[in-house]
T-cell receptor, first 111, second 112 residues
Framework: NAGVTQTPKFRVLKTGQSMTLLCAQD?????MYWYRQDPGMGLRLIHY???????AKGEVPDGYNVSRLKKQNFLLGLESAAPSQTSVYFC??????????FGPGTRLTVT | AQSVTQPDIHITVSEGASLELRCNYS??????LFWYVQSPGQGLQLLLK??????LVQGIKGFEAEFKRSQSSFNLRKPSVHWSDAAEYFC??????????FGTGTQLKVEL
């Protein structure tokens, strides 16, 4: 059981470039989430999904898009990266009404 | 809207001393409460959770937390801190296990 995995672990982008972060879970969880972590701000929810083919906005969704085409994968896209999107991104998943399991994170720098 | 306050940004304790990390929450109904720990460069690991029942919950690594509804608090405690406990600790609240709202974290330093 790998749990929650994230690809890539590190990435540096130039302003205006695009990229996709991949999250995969092998626990058959229904719910999946993308958070960003910034110093002094804790983790903030970007988008989440309550099942395959569904997505919803979280607290800070602007500048990001997501897709959940398969139950085990949740993709986070940045269409035109901005320096304000420099952050550490965490994916998480859970069964409904149970605790969330987190991936190891992706450190993204936008120059 | 739900919210979490962790009033202490940094805490330093000596190894072997007791620890209490504070967490206050705001939530309109019965909350689900969590404590997570994050070591440098790592993801978040669940220490313990409160869903219902006994208000004193035991977690991993010798941690415990007490849910006090009257004070809207869920403080984390450990009787004797080890150097390996140095990390950042996050309290979180949700209406299920879903859509967590996190506090801003407390950085714990352990002096040898």
């Amino acid at each position: 059981n790998a749990g929650v995995t994230q690809t890539p672990k590190f990435r540096v982008l130039k302003t205006g470039q695009s990229m996709t972060l991949l999250c995969a879970q092998d626990m058959n969880h229904e719910y999946m989430y993308w958070y960003r972590q910034d110093p002094g701000m804790g983790l903030r929810l970007i988008h989440y999904s309550v099942g395959e083919g569904t997505t919803a906005k979280g607290e800070v969704p602007d500048g990001y898009n997501v897709s959940r085409l398969k139950k085990q994968n949740f993709l986070l896209g940045l269409e035109s990266a901005a320096p304000s999107q420099t952050s550490v991104y965490f994916c998480a998943s859970n069964r409904v009404d149970y605790e969330q399991y987190f991936g190891p994170g992706t450190r993204l720098t936008v120059t | 809207a739900q919210s979490v306050t962790q009033p202490d940004i940094h805490i330093t304790v000596s190894e072997g001393a007791s620890l209490e990390l504070r967490c206050n929450y705001s939530y309109g109904a019965t909350p689900y409460l969590f404590w997570y720990v994050q070591s440098p460069g790592q993801g978040l690991q669940l220490l313990l959770k409160y869903f219902s029942g006994d208000t004193l919950v035991q977690g991993i690594k010798g941690f415990e937390a007490e849910f006090k509804r009257s004070q809207s608090s869920f403080n984390l405690r450990k009787p004797s801190v080890h150097w390996s406990d140095a990390a950042e600790y996050f309290c979180a609240v949700s209406g299920g296990g879903n859509k967590l709202t996190f506090g801003t974290g407390t950085q714990l330093k352990v002096e040898l």
